[in-house]
């Protein structure tokens, strides 16, 4: 129990570690994330449309698409600082702070594959850009599975 | 006349050139750049209290903040596509629209001094900084004024 404890803290201290900015009131954290996940979606939404033959495949959209997404996939993670489970409507499940650690790693792990997608979609096979959207795509599910209530 | 609307023309077709998702849905475009907003707002604010001596000045964290902006800065205008003047609550004024090509050109003032300060941010005197956030601060009023209701 000590141990689970302990390990609660860590992972408590380093969601908050991340979040700079964690004394915002948390209706406005949540606006940002929020705001940031749109910035995401909206971006993905053409590259799926790509990817699967709905919008005809543009290499430099997707390629500036996929910048956009990297650009911004590190910056949700501090409006989960503590505190901001309530305060305004949001599908963050209170797993998001109680598993704080899996959740930070997940989110860290998208960032790693949208970096990924990023560099490839620059200069890569459309084969190879297919399968790191997949990739990436997966880290987006993983999380919301876990984490966001439907 | 033909002038004026020939203008008007060149306007609004720049402003669709800018918007490759341009079919997307108004209430989508709006949540979209809304989101952008919100994006670059979380990371003003920190910077704001920083210059103004409410928050302690963290060179690295203030250098942070503008690269966030920066990498931010260039995407809201897309959201502001044909038809994306209603369709959920917007702040948008007509004259977006109506005048795109100086709404376009005071958004692209915006990215193009937050790019600024991005790079100043990570290498510049304090004095140096605090004179571009204002540079930065006053294109995002330029905009505000003539193209955001209250």
Same mark, same amino acid.
């Given at each position: 129990?000590v ?5 609660a803290?860590?992972?408590?201290? $380093? ?5 700079? *900015?964690?004394?915002?009131k948390? !209706? ?8 940031? *996940? ?21 290499? /430099? ?16 993670l501090?409006? *989960? ?13 209170? !797993? ?6 899996? *959740? ?25 850009i ?8 997966? $880290?987006?599910?993983?999380?919301? /599975?876990d984490?966001?209530?439907?």
């Amino acid at each position: 129990m000590v141990k689970i404890a302990a390990a609660a803290i860590v992972a408590t201290a $380093t969601l908050a570690a991340s979040t700079a *900015f964690a004394q915002a009131k948390p !209706e406005d954290a949540i606006a940002y994330r929020q705001g940031a *996940f749109k910035v995401i979606g909206w971006n993905f939404g053409p590259m799926a449309g790509m990817v699967q033959g709905r919008i005809p495949y543009d290499k /430099d959209g997707f390629a500036k698409r996929a910048a956009n997404v990297a650009a911004v996939a590190a910056m949700p993670l501090e409006g *989960f600082g503590p505190g901001t489970d309530a305060g305004a409507p949001t599908k963050a499940k209170p !797993e998001v702070w109680s598993k704080a650690d899996d *959740f930070k790693a997940k989110m860290m792990k998208m960032n790693e594959e949208a970096t990924k997608l990023a560099a490839i979609a620059k200069t890569g096979s459309l084969d190879d850009i297919k399968k790191q959207f997949g990739a990436t795509g997966a $880290t987006c599910k993983a999380c919301h /599975d876990d984490y966001r209530n439907k």
